[in-house]
């Protein structure tokens, strides 16, 4: 059992094929599944979920753990998270958020209201349809931070990209009111999904 969990990789595949051997008995205790629009909703809303875990997991860790605690540790042991924690917390991070975003879209047009959603059902007055619209309108607010705002300023706030002292300080606050904007938006954004998955 060590020798699984002392390795990310062998741990992920396990719990691969415990996802998988679940899938199975559940599909013959129910005597089978269609392989219809309903099934491919379900995983592509397991994928969502799986996804839409990793981003806001992470930016929740940037905003509860990471941010408040880089003061607390000293000068020669900073250089640990900006050359090698952060730039892989945000490789997950980014693309996470790409990918909840779009099996989000593919969620929304497999079940049938990507566009009453997306205009926020103001013409068919859909209550469940106004909530999940809220909620991914926020999610592409957000999505469009980390791509757009968070990731370029970090990029110069953490030396990838070179630039002057000045611009660097700029850039590292800019990321981290942005990081902050996103950790304001993602309490209404769950609200939203949550409330139209299980209120109407």
Not at 122 to 141: D, E, N, R
Request: charged share 10%; hydrophobic share 55%.
């Amino acid at each position: 059992m060590n020798n699984l969990l002392s390795s990310l990789s062998k741990t992920i595949h396990v719990s691969v094929i415990i996802a998988i051997l679940l899938f199975v008995g559940l599909f013959y205790q129910n005597d089978g599944f269609a392989f219809d629009r309903l099934f491919w909703s379900w995983i592509t809303r397991y994928i969502h979920v799986l996804v839409g875990i990793m981003w806001i997991g992470l930016l929740w860790y940037f905003n509860f753990v990471q941010i408040p605690n880089m003061s607390k540790i000293p000068d020669e042991q900073k250089p640990a998270i900006g050359k090698v924690i952060a730039p892989a917390a945000l490789f997950y991070f980014r693309w996470a958020a790409a990918f909840t975003i779009l099996s989000g879209l593919i969620l929304a047009g497999l079940n049938g209201y990507l566009h009453d959603a997306m205009t926020l059902s103001f013409g068919s007055g859909i209550p469940k349809h106004t909530a999940i619209g809220i909620g991914m309108w926020l999610g592409i607010i957000m999505a469009f931070n980390v791509w757009f705002v968070i990731w370029p300023n970090q990029k110069r706030a953490l030396g990838i990209v070179e630039c002057d002292p000045d611009l660097k300080a700029k850039s590292a606050k800019t990321a981290m009111l942005f990081s902050r904007t996103n950790t304001l938006l993602s309490l209404p954004m769950l609200l939203s999904m949550v409330a139209a998955q299980n209120l109407y």
